[in-house]
């Protein structure tokens, strides 16, 4: 009965969240229309953390990296090629796969503290190519001035705002709902398997690397396909938007919201951005500090609602018991 009435408390709170967002573009002014834009951008990014960190159980800081080869494949297809938002989507989901599965010989062994450094290496890597990459990325200036596009053949051009905001929200809608889709077949079950007990499920003859991977190169796509969205919200792309702070605010939001929660992760993400902006002007300079704390607080005293959450391996070594020392009889002649 409890479990009947916090079931029914959620769908009520989402569709009061969905019903706001729906909304919101009649109700606030364009500035915040193109915040919650990017806002919904960064928070797909943070459902492919979580599908990593929470239902994988593979902690990641490196999604930026996809992100911002989907967001620079978009723009230049944008740019050149095509105005079809369709087709940026997919060119975008592709260039974050590919860029996953280049990665994936460096992350489906490594475990731990090893993986959350690879991840976070190749991230960096990631926002050096392309601000080095100026032929095609524009340098650390970026590419600004990205033609508008449009969501289908032969429909209007997302010439404002609103209309951004509205495609974006239908997008991550549609992306959400498939993620949460896949997560209750098999796969998401094979899944958490491997998350909890690699190795029983190894002994039970799947291929846990395989899975790995799997996941892996899918969490790419996702974030490549945010990538897109966030160039159809700002019509602009840099190498600021995919930095160390960017990884860290994604971790941060899926800690928050709960690793192995889809809609977690996209109210954390919203949460950590809202935060991170009010504190910009509220204490200039010292946001990074405050939310570094925050994410400290958080992965101590909220880890997944109350509960450490699994993660494949261990993120500190376990330190091996000592044993007690034999009794050793006492020496001749020595009294008890």
């Not at 260039?95 to 190749?122: D, E, F, Q």
């Not at 690397?209 to 796509?221: L, R």
């Amino acid at each position: 009965m409890r479990q009947g009435a916090v079931r029914a408390l959620r769908r009520g709170v989402a569709a009061v969240v969905v019903a706001a967002l729906v909304l919101a573009p009649w109700t606030v002014d364009d500035y915040t229309v193109a915040l919650l834009a990017r806002t919904l951008a960064l928070g797909l990014v943070a459902v492919s953390v979580a599908l990593l960190t929470g239902v994988a159980g593979l902690p990641t800081l490196g999604q930026t990296a996809p992100y911002a080869a989907g967001a620079y494949a978009s723009a230049v297809v944008g740019s050149h090629l095509s105005d079809v938002g369709l087709v940026h989507l997919g060119v975008a989901a592709a260039a974050g796969a590919a860029l996953a599965a280049v990665t994936v010989p460096l992350v489906v062994s490594a475990r731990g503290v090893a993986l959350l450094m690879i991840t976070l290496a190749v991230g960096e890597l990631a926002v050096t190519v392309v601000g080095r990459w100026r032929s095609v990325t524009g340098g650390t200036d970026g590419l600004a001035g990205v033609a508008a596009s449009r969501p289908l053949w032969g429909m209007p051009l997302l010439g404002t705002d609103r209309a951004r905001y509205l495609y974006t929200l239908v997008v991550v809608a549609v992306l959400v709902s498939v993620v949460l889709l896949v997560l209750r077949t098999r796969a998401g079950l094979l899944l958490r398997a491997g998350r909890d007990d690699e190795a029983r499920l190894r002994a039970s003859g799947h291929r846990a690397p395989v899975h790995v991977a799997g996941v892996h190169v899918a969490a790419g796509a996702v974030a490549g396909a945010a990538g897109s969205l966030l160039v159809v919200a700002q019509q602009f792309v840099s190498p600021a938007d995919f930095g160390f702070d960017t990884s860290a605010l994604l971790l941060l939001g899926v800690v928050i919201g709960g690793t192995a929660s889809v809609g977690g992760a996209l109210a954390g993400a919203a949460l950590v951005v809202a935060a991170r902006d009010w504190l910009f002007g509220v204490l200039p300079g010292q946001a990074p500090l405050v939310l570094g704390l925050a994410f400290v607080a958080a992965a101590y005293l909220l880890p997944d609602g109350g509960r450490r959450p699994a993660v494949r391996g261990r993120l500190v070594p376990a330190v091996p018991a000592r044993r007690p020392a034999p009794d050793r009889p006492a020496p001749t002649g020595v009294r008890a």
